[in-house]
C-alpha cells in the first residue's frame, strides 16, 4: 500500500508552467515500454550467452527498468543496461538493423516493439492527468510535455492528446540540443526555455525517481511525484518519490484542480 496523499492542497494557478512527463503520467505506455524492453534485452542475452558461454540474469521489468532505463534516451538505456551486466557494445549507427549487435542495433529492436504496439493496440491516457492539462489550460496556464522517447509524437497522437501542449520536449530534441539524461534537469529547463518561463514558476509531474531528482535539481517551484505503482510489491513507491525530492505525492492528477495553497 502507498502512502501518496489523496487530497493535497495545490494551487494549479500558482505557477506559470506545468511540465509533465509522458510514460507513466499522461500515456499509460510505461508498461509496454518495459515489456519492449524485457522482450529486446532477455532475447539479447540469449543471443549472448549462447555466443560466450556466460550465463546473465534476465531483464527484470521493475527494479532494472527504474534503475536503469527509465526516463532515459533509448541509447542510453542500452549502454547503463548491458553494462550491469559486464556487457559493452560498439555504438553503430542510426540505421543499423535490430539484429545487429551495437547500442543502436539494440535501441533499434526495441523501438521496432514498441512502434508495433503504438500502432495495432494505441494508448491508452490516464484520465486523471488528462483532466489536469485540460483544467490548467483553460486557466491560462501553459503546460509541456517532456519525455525521453523519440516515438513522443506517435504516442501522443495514438492517445489523442497530442494538440494539448504548448511545447515538447522529446528525444529527438534532447539528441539534437545534447542534451543530458535524468536525472540531470536538461530536458525540464528546456521546457521552461521553450514556454519562457523561470523554472522556479515551473512545477515538474513525474512518476520516474529519476525525474523527480531532475525537478530538484532544476531548482523548479513545485515537483510532484506521480505513484502509479501500486502492484509493484513491498516497497512503498511514494516514500520513495518524496526522499528523492517530490514536493507532493499523488495517485490522480485529477485531485491538484481542488486549489488551495501550494503544500
Do not use: C
Not at 512527463?21 to 524485457?38: N, P, R
Not at 558461454?53 to 542500452?78: L, T
Not at 510489491?233 to 495553497?261: C, E, K, M
Request: proline fraction near 5%; aromatic fraction near 6%.
Amino acid at each position: 500500500m502507498t502512502t501518496a496523499s489523496p487530497t493535497p492542497s495545490v494551487d494549479p494557478t500558482a505557477y506559470d508552467a506545468w511540465l509533465f512527463d509522458m510514460d507513466g503520467v499522461l500515456t499509460q505506455t510505461a508498461t509496454v515500454h518495459a515489456e519492449a524492453w524485457k522482450e529486446t534485452f532477455d532475447q539479447f542475452l540469449a543471443e549472448e550467452s549462447a555466443r560466450t558461454g556466460k550465463p546473465y540474469a534476465p531483464f527484470d521489468e521493475e527494479a532494472d527498468y527504474e534503475r536503469y532505463v527509465d526516463g532515459e534516451p533509448r541509447e542510453d538505456g542500452v549502454r547503463n543496461f548491458l553494462a550491469s551486466r559486464g556487457i559493452t557494445l560498439p555504438e553503430g549507427s542510426d540505421d543499423d538493423p535490430p539484429t545487429a549487435r551495437t547500442v543502436e542495433g539494440v535501441g533499434n529492436r526495441k523501438n521496432d516493439l514498441v512502434l508495433e504496439v503504438l500502432r495495432t493496440k494505441g494508448v491508452k491516457v490516464y484520465p486523471g492527468a488528462v483532466a489536469l492539462v485540460k483544467g490548467l489550460r483553460q486557466r491560462g496556464v501553459k503546460v509541456a510535455v517532456v519525455s525521453a522517447s523519440k516515438n513522443t509524437v506517435a504516442a501522443l497522437t495514438a492517445a489523442g492528446i497530442n494538440d494539448l501542449f504548448d511545447a515538447r520536449i522529446d528525444g529527438n530534441v534532447v539528441e539534437e540540443q545534447h542534451l543530458a539524461g535524468k536525472p540531470a534537469p536538461d530536458s525540464y529547463l528546456a521546457a521552461a526555455r521553450a514556454l519562457e518561463v523561470e523554472p522556479a514558476r515551473a512545477v515538474v509531474v513525474e512518476d520516474a525517481l529519476a525525474g523527480v531528482e531532475a525537478g530538484r535539481a532544476g531548482l523548479f517551484g513545485l515537483v510532484v511525484g506521480v505513484d502509479n505503482h501500486d502492484a509493484a510489491g513491498a516497497h512503498d513507491y511514494a516514500d520513495q518519490l518524496r526522499a528523492h525530492g517530490a514536493n507532493v505525492v499523488v495517485a490522480d492528477l485529477a485531485s491538484l484542480l481542488g486549489g488551495g495553497a501550494p503544500g
